[in-house]
């Protein structure tokens, strides 16, 4: 969708965490029926085309979030560059990010420290070859995060659309 609000989320295989997190901002933003907002994600050491974990298709059902036709896809400088806003899930993730994209700095964030700038701080724990309950807390974790961001998410969109409709 063309000038639509780009946001990726980042973690290492493109299985576990960030289709969880693709999932539950999609939810989000479905129910409040928000649109003019891509969300996708990769990974740093993706493979292209793997479904997401079974554990993390069951853990995003916690809200009603399908993510059972997700494929991975590895994070690259073309993605990078048509995305407004990238959320890693670890500061590797982050550093990746700029490393393939120095000039990102202000568009790549760690999720658990949005919307303050920089790769270092927390990440989020990486559940895979955990049990169900451990992908569970993950997705309740991230979670929690989207709902403590989403205002800060929103007021992007809302700059972006705001400054196409000035410049156009």
């Known amino acids: 969708m063309t000038g639509s609000f780009k946001i990726m989320f980042v973690c290492f295989g493109n299985t576990c965490r960030s289709p969880m997190a693709e999932g539950a901002l999609r939810k989000i933003l479905e129910n409040r029926k928000i649109s003019g907002v891509d969300v996708y994600s990769s990974g740093t050491s993706g493979g292209i085309d793997f479904e997401a974990t079974p554990y993390a298709v069951e853990a995003a059902k916690i809200w009603e979030a399908d993510i059972s036709s997700h494929r991975s896809q590895p994070l690259s400088a073309e993605i990078i560059d048509r995305t407004d806003l990238i959320l890693a899930m670890e500061r590797s993730h982050c550093q990746e990010v700029?490393?393939?994209?120095?000039?990102t700095e202000n568009r790549?964030?760690?999720?658990?420290?949005?919307?303050?700038?920089g790769c270092s701080g927390e990440g989020v724990d990486d559940p895979i070859g955990g049990s169900l309950d451990m992908y569970n807390q993950?997705?309740?974790?991230?979670?929690?995060?989207?709902?403590?961001?989403?205002?800060?998410?929103?007021?992007?969109?809302?700059?972006?659309?705001?400054?196409?409709?000035?410049?156009?």
């Open 98 to 103: 700029l490393r393939l994209c120095p000039d």
């Open 108 to 117: 790549v964030f760690l999720l658990k420290k949005f919307p303050v700038s």
């Open 138 to 168: 993950t997705f309740l974790e991230i979670g929690e995060e989207i709902g403590r961001i989403l205002p800060e998410i929103l007021n992007k969109v809302d700059e972006k659309k705001n400054s196409q409709e000035n410049n156009g």
